[in-house]
């Protein structure tokens, strides 16, 4: 089972807030990656990492920013928070074989 | 086109038939496949992967891959009611490995 933790699960919070969503892991993965997904919609890459100070955007542009300071720890920060920004952030690692997913944060900006 | 083609539901499947699920991939450098069982509001869990060309069987679940035809299906035999499910299929990036390229899912509903 994979060890991988986001907090908070859920979070509303009011337009132009900042806002940091926690991902890390215990298995000492380096490949880090963080998804956004709208209920029933595919997953979209939007921050990726291969390791400690290395960080890349995705395939969706995305105004959140994106840290790797510490192997386990690869938190996602929105600096001000828009109606458009409600969505569900999935967090994942990679070890050789396999992509584990935390259980999301679930996100919605009033 | 996109990228990961998978075939557009719901598919209705009764309790105890074969649910037959399909994939089609454009990226030729894909050298894993994996496939992903999403329940709704859930994250993904991985159910499969598959590398080579033929079939894998892993309880009641078989992968195929054909890469000349850049098609990857997933079967689920016996279909229970918490197979109920979106499935997504996710090939490798040739080009980084690590990083998925994900379908847009094809949802499952098993009747009894």
């Known amino acids: 089972e994979a060890d991988i933790y986001q907090t908070p699960r859920y979070l509303v919070i009011g337009t132009g807030k900042k806002i940091t969503l926690e991902c890390s892991q215990t298995m000492g993965h380096d490949k880090m990656y963080w998804y956004q997904q709208d209920p029933g919609m595919e997953l979209h890459l939007i921050h990726y990492?291969?390791?400690?100070?290395?960080?890349e955007k995705g395939d969706l542009s995305s105004e959140s920013t994106v840290s790797r300071i510490r192997t386990e720890h690869f938190p996602l920060t929105l600096e001000s928070a828009r109606p458009s920004h409600t969505s569900q952030y999935l967090c994942?690692?990679?070890?050789?074989?396999?992509?584990?997913f935390g259980p999301g944060t679930r996100l919605t900006v009033t | 086109q996109k990228e990961v083609e998978q075939n557009s539901g719901p598919l209705s499947v009764p309790e105890g038939a074969i649910a037959s699920l399909n994939c089609t991939y454009s990226d030729r450098g894909s050298q894993s496949f994996f496939w992903y069982r999403q329940y709704s509001g859930k994250s993904p869990e991985l159910i499969m992967s598959i590398y080579s060309n033929g079939d894998k069987e892993d309880g009641r679940f078989t992968a195929q891959l054909n890469k000349a035809s850049q098609y990857v299906s997933l079967l689920i035999r016996d279909s229970q009611p918490s197979d109920s499910a979106t499935y997504l299929c996710?090939?490798?990036?040739?080009?980084?490995?690590?990083?998925?390229?994900f379908g847009a899912g094809t949802q499952v509903v098993v009747t009894p």
């Open positions: 990492s291969y390791g400690v100070n290395s960080t």
């Open positions: 996710a090939p490798g990036r040739g080009d980084s490995w690590g990083k998925l390229q």
């Open positions: 994942a690692s990679n070890d050789m074989y396999e992509q584990y």
